[in-house]
Nanobody
Framework: QVHLVESGGSVVQAGDSLRLSCVLS????????MGWFRQAPGKEREFVSA????????FYGDSVKGRFTVSRDNSKNTMYLQMDSLKSEDSAVYYC????????????????????WGQGTQVTVSS
């Protein structure tokens, strides 16, 4: 069974940077495509980013493109989300997700593309 644990959430100022981490255990990390979703209070869950098994392919939601960077270190069973130029609208609970299949494009927007979810980590950006 896949177990995902996020960390790195914090309260920051607008314009600051923050890095989230997600550790996968229970299965072979390199066999899983990974990603991030987020959800703010009263809003729909939103796709943030996805990364393929090797890290050679990445995909981003329109609202974070150019500001966020997803990466992974298969030797550490860890995925990262580097968030730069944070805005108040980035405030949300960020969820790490994983699946054996890589969504590879606009299919990533569908939460059903990911079979495993973490508990989430809170990011708050104050303006």
């Amino acid at each position: 069974q896949v177990h995902l644990v996020e960390s790195g959430g914090s309260v920051v100022q607008a314009g600051d940077s923050l890095r989230l981490s997600c550790v996968l255990s229970g299965r072979t990390f390199s066999s899983y495509a990974m990603g991030w979703f987020r959800q703010a209070p009263g809003k729909e869950r939103e796709f943030v980013s996805a990364i393929s098994w090797s890290g050679s392919s990445t995909f981003y939601g329109d609202s974070v493109k150019g500001r966020f960077t997803v990466s992974r270190d298969n030797s550490k069973n860890t995925m990262y989300l580097q968030m730069d130029s944070l805005k108040s609208e980035d405030s949300a609970v960020y969820y790490c997700v994983a699946d054996r299949y890589y969504c590879g494009g606009y299919g990533c927007y569908d939460a059903a593309s990911f079979g495993s979810w973490g508990q989430g980590t809170q990011v708050t950006v104050s303006s």
